[in-house]
């Protein structure tokens, strides 16, 4: 049997709760981005980029739109002959059998699916952050300080290091101190939640850890805390790029404009490092009608546009915007439909949404005077002709916003 | 459908005039509408009408075709049975078969292959006509009709060397002509055919035993009278792609809205290769009206009327007007140009006026620089 040196484990369990309407039908990383891809095309394509080729996707939360995405892992090539992508989710055992209780938990249940590769090191990943970065890098790193596990770090603003898990490491980045949270942080360090362990290591804290009733069985709080109070060799990879995570609808509508965005470093067209996703095979490309004003925005395959004005937006495949329309800041997700004179500002559409003539839905934040927010309209809503949806106003997939 | 289909991927007949836009690639590897090739149209019409094993009959230049149909995943032809086979020619010093006398020695030498296969019906077509044909259809009316032969046709403008036909109200064609004059609406043959498979291998036979050479005037021609031979009209959209009008006019009639539905109609679509281009940008100062794009472009300039495939670069101050470019065609800062094709990756130069006219655009072949 061919031996695999280090697999991943993609955590994408998570609900998501901060996305709301959006996460309501799907799991975080399968949350459509950046006009033609879900959240975990980036720790996907990154793998692939990376050399691994064994990749377990640990899922949980309303997992169908994810394990449909994923398939047999193909746009990714990940389809091979040994490894590929495995996706796991909880099972049950004899008459025992449990959701993933943790982060730690859900890899020590699928102990016995890394063994079958018998790898030296373990990668986890979540499934929540976009970024491009070669693991293999980090591996290197890993190896060179001989290390029982390498976390990736990221260099914050300081002043908001306390939202973060903050790492503390002398000048060589060993580790001497975790901080979750801290009100007052030492270090600028922010984990990304991108872990390579010693397998073998990390096997014994798994069981360990599982043992112990008064742990919450996970990486942060459990697992890494303790392997650092042992005085096992743990260091900080320090990364440098673009990293976001798209966990809250300003921060997923925030990532989408960055793309627009030329001075940040977000390249999704660079041939030496393709984010890979899963599209629609017959899909003509985009049309563009007569008058249409288009001003730094992305627009992508099978898209209709008819005399309208777009400003910082991003169509997703599918969308079509009819006469008058005007859109200024707006991520619109795959096949959105938006009738004539609407004015659509500082807002996320969600797939299918049908948005009805002369319907004004956001606002600019500097024109508003309540409490301001991106407006979201879920996957398969109505909004009615002239009706209005306020800044941070949500309207839940599949339901219609009337006049009352 | 329980058929075998084939694709011819060339014209046999010399007759065509040959452009730079073929140097480098088979008629059905043709770029067309801004991400798709010629034999898109055709093969997604077999696969849609459940077609799963498909021979593509290549005679010359089909690099370009082999690196798009790849193991033919894109169209699901990927199979354990079936799927898609590239049949490239064959010439053999024992035998009298020539690599390029016509598409009946290419069918002569591919006759092991077409035996081999179980299926009950053959429907071979031409790789380079544009129309999504209702095969299935087609077999039903084949079959209601109990014709040997069925040729599908359309109300089309076509040129030179196209097949004419006379039908009747029964759907039997009386009589077929040569177009020999410049491009006029008629009733054209669109290359598409279904027959069944034992009729098909018994006249190769009889064709190798006569050293027959022409397919349509054996098959077809000779027939009439003596056999069935019928027509089914294709309603839709058809252009037979042939000379370089042509293929402008073809890429053109895609900016028509009503074609584009037609053509890519929801319940029998389109397939293409799949690429991981990203969205196309628009950046400060962009323009656009009347265009189908592909995805992976930057566009800085002003775009009208224009066909632009993936990767294509139009920088600031560009104006692009009635143009058909192709992959990776950079546009310089600041040039103006008008009824042009460009080829693949080709470069025009800031500041370039290229003027050419609607009846005869500037052509620019794969890789130039202007």
Same mark, same amino acid.
């Given at each position: 049997m061919k031996r695999n040196e280090m697999v991943a484990m993609l955590l994408a369990g998570g609900q998501g709760s901060r996305l709301y309407v959006l996460t309501q039908e799907m799991a975080k990383p399968a949350v459509p981005f950046g006009g033609k891809y879900r959240i975990i095309d980036f720790p996907l394509s990154n793998c692939t980029n990376s050399g691994i080729d064994t990749v377990g996707v640990l899922t949980q939360y309303r997992p169908l739109e994810l394990h449909t995405y994923i398939g047999n892992g193909q746009p990714w090539d990940l389809d091979r002959m040994h490894g590929g992508v495995h996706i796991l989710p909880p099972y049950v055992s004899g008459s025992t059998g449990e959701w993933y209780a943790g982060t730690a938990n859900a890899i020590y249940q699928n102990i016995q699916f890394i063994e079958k590769y018998d790898p030296e090191y373990v990668l986890i990943l979540s499934g929540d952050h976009v970024y491009k970065m070669d693991y293999s890098k980090m591996l290197d790193f890993h190896k060179a300080n001989k290390a029982d596990a390498t976390i990736a770090t990221l260099q914050v603003p300081i002043e908001e290091a306390s939202r973060f898990g903050i790492v503390n490491a002398d000048?060589?980045? $060993?580790? +001497?101190e975790f901080e979750e $949270? #801290?009100? $007052? #942080? $030492?270090?600028d360090r922010a984990s990304m939640g991108i872990y390579v362990f010693n397998w073998e290591k990390l096997r014994k804290y798994l069981i360990e850890d599982e043992q112990n009733p008064e742990s919450s069985k996970d990486f942060g709080k459990d697992i890494l805390p303790k392997m650092l109070a042992d005085g096992e060799r743990m260091f900080a990879y320090p990364f440098e790029g673009y990293w976001k995570d798209v966990g809250t609808i300003d921060s997923l509508w925030e990532a989408n404009m960055d793309l627009l965005n030329p001075n940040i470093p977000l390249n999704l067209s660079d041939p030496a490092w393709r984010i890979y996703s899963r599209h629609g095979q017959n899909l003509m490309p985009q049309y563009i009608g007569e008058n249409v004003l288009i001003r730094e925005s992305t627009i992508t395959e099978n898209c209709t546009l008819n005399g309208c004005d777009l400003w910082y937006s991003v169509l997703f495949s599918g969308v079509s915007v009819d006469q008058g329309t005007k859109l200024n800041s707006a991520v619109v997700m795959q096949n959105a439909k938006i009738g004539k004179n609407c004015t659509i500002k500082y807002a996320i559409i969600a797939d299918d949404a049908v948005i009805e003539d002369g319907a004004i839905i956001g606002e600019e934040p500097e024109k508003y005077?309540?409490?301001w927010g991106i407006a979201v309209i879920g996957s398969g809503a109505v909004v009615r002709a002239g009706q209005v949806v306020r800044p941070k106003e949500m309207i839940k997939p599949y339901t219609v916003k009337e006049a009352e | 459908m329980n058929a075998l289909g084939m694709i011819f991927?060339?014209? +046999?007949?010399?007759k065509t005039p040959k452009s730079e836009l073929v140097y480098s690639r088979n008629p059905a590897s043709m770029p067309f509408g801004g991400r798709y090739r010629l034999i898109d149209f055709t093969l997604s019409a077999m696969v849609n009408a459940d077609i799963d094993e498909i021979g593509i009959i290549c005679k010359e230049n089909y690099g370009s075709l082999v690196d798009h149909i790849g193991n033919g995943k894109d169209w699901d032809l990927n199979r354990r049975q079936g799927g898609v086979k590239m049949l490239t020619p064959l010439a053999r010093p024992d035998s009298n078969l020539s690599i390029s006398r016509g598409r009946l020695d290419a069918l002569k030498s591919i006759k092991g292959y077409i035996a081999d296969n179980s299926y009950e019906w053959v429907v071979f077509a031409f790789g380079g006509t544009v129309a999504n044909i209702d095969l299935e259809a087609m077999l039903e009316q084949h079959i209601a009709d109990d014709a040997y032969i069925t040729l599908a046709y359309a109300e089309i403008t076509a040129g030179s060397g196209e097949v004419l036909l006379d039908v009747e109200k029964d759907h039997t064609i009386s009589a077929i002509h040569y177009q020999k004059n410049a491009a006029t609406k008629g009733i054209y043959a669109l290359g598409t055919a279904i027959i069944k498979k034992e009729d098909l291998l018994e006249f190769l036979e009889e064709a190798e035993d006569n050293d027959y050479s022409h397919l349509n005037r054996e098959l077809v021609q000779k027939q009439l009278g003596t056999k069935k031979i019928c027509g089914y009209c294709h309603k839709g959209f058809a252009h037979i792609v042939d000379t370089v009008d042509e293929y402008y006019d073809a890429n053109m009639e895609m900016l028509n809205t009503a074609n584009r539905d037609d053509l890519f109609n929801a319940e029998r679509p389109i397939y293409t290769k799949v690429k991981d281009s990203v969205p196309t940008l628009y950046d400060f100062g962009a323009a656009a009206s009347n265009c189908l794009i592909a995805d992976g472009c930057v566009i800085k300039g002003i775009v009208k009327n224009s066909i632009l495939s993936r990767n294509v670069v139009v920088e600031e101050g560009a104006i692009v007007e009635n143009a058909i470019l192709m992959q990776n065609t950079k546009v310089g800062k600041g040039a103006k140009i008008h009824y042009v094709v460009a080829d693949k990756d080709v470069t025009i130069s800031a500041e370039t006026e290229l003027c050419g006219t609607k009846g005869l655009p500037i052509i620019i072949g794969k890789g130039k620089q202007v």
């Open positions: 000048e060589s980045d $060993k580790i +001497y $949270k #801290p009100a $007052k #942080p $030492k270090s005077d309540g409490e | 991927c060339d014209r +046999y007949d010399n």
